[in-house]
């Protein structure tokens, strides 16, 4: 037991002072290859904690060998911009002025609800409240708001279509029928749902409303009263 609690000191000591050494970019916003050599160290550092068997020298050196592998990927991706889009990849806009780029969601494996989850933790609930919104290297979500983004978005809008796809749920909580969002889509040049990427609408009527390939549109539903 006492060898262990001494093995596992040591490498606590070495894994804090080369994640010091490794930066503070490390420790906060990590880039791709920055998750998988921390993730190759953790896994390093196990094993000489629990098996006591193996040199403990080995891990120190399976671990200094990642560190200036980490170095050595770090200048690269500081000197040479075209290896920092390999290691690290670049932002994808997912929102433009033109609405939603589903060529880019699908670039980084996402949808249309993934997005609109990313926006409403971003503080912004409506589609069209924001002019851009991207996707950093490093995962985390931006968005850029339209000036007057507060006032379209003063009720909750919900998913009536998601890419080709009608969202029973939400159709009865607007105490509507699929055949009456069927006609407004006909109405504005959508034949079926399938081509719709999506069709969101608030409690006020507010509609967002774009087409596979398209710009998108917002306008207003005659509602004699507030939904919610």
């Known amino acids: 037991m006492g060898l262990i609690f001494i093995?596992?000191?040591?490498?606590?000591?070495?894994?804090?002072?080369?994640?010091?050494?490794?930066?503070?970019?490390?420790?906060?916003e990590m880039q791709p290859f920055e998750l998988v050599i921390t993730l190759i160290i953790a896994d390093l550092?196990?094993?000489?904690?629990?098996d006591t068997t193996i040199p403990l020298l080995y891990g120190i050196v399976a671990i200094a060998t990642i560190f200036l592998l980490h170095q050595i990927v770090c200048i690269l991706d500081l000197t040479f911009k075209p290896m920092k889009k390999i290691l690290s990849g670049s932002p994808s806009i997912v929102v433009n002025k033109n609405g939603i780029d589903n060529s880019?969601?699908?670039?980084?494996?996402?949808?249309?609800?993934?997005?609109?989850?990313s926006l409403r933790g971003a503080g912004y609930f409506s589609l069209d409240s924001v002019d851009y919104a991207l996707y950093e290297a490093n995962g985390s979500f931006s968005a850029l708001p339209k000036?007057?983004?507060?006032s379209r978005q003063n009720s909750l809008p919900v998913v009536i279509v998601d890419e080709g796809k009608f969202e029973e749920k939400n159709i009865?909580?607007?105490?509507?029928t699929k055949s009456y969002y069927l006609d407004i889509l006909k109405a504005h040049g959508c034949k079926s749902e399938k081509k719709a990427l999506v069709f969101t609408v608030d409690?006020?009527?507010?509609?967002?409303?774009?087409?596979?390939?398209?710009?998108?549109?917002?306008?207003?539903l005659n509602w004699e009263e507030k939904l919610w």
Request: charged content about 30%.
């Open 104 to 117: 880019q969601l699908k670039k980084n494996n996402l949808d249309v609800s993934d997005l609109i989850e």
């Open 203 to 220: 409690g006020n009527g507010r509609v967002y409303l774009q087409k596979m390939g398209e710009k998108f549109e917002a306008f207003e």
């Open 45 to 50: 550092a196990c094993i000489p904690m629990a």
């Open 172 to 176: 009865a909580l607007t105490k509507r």
């Open 7 to 28: 093995r596992t000191v040591i490498i606590f000591v070495t894994l804090l002072f080369v994640l010091r050494l490794m930066g503070k970019r490390q420790i906060g």
């Open 147 to 150: 000036p007057d983004y507060e």
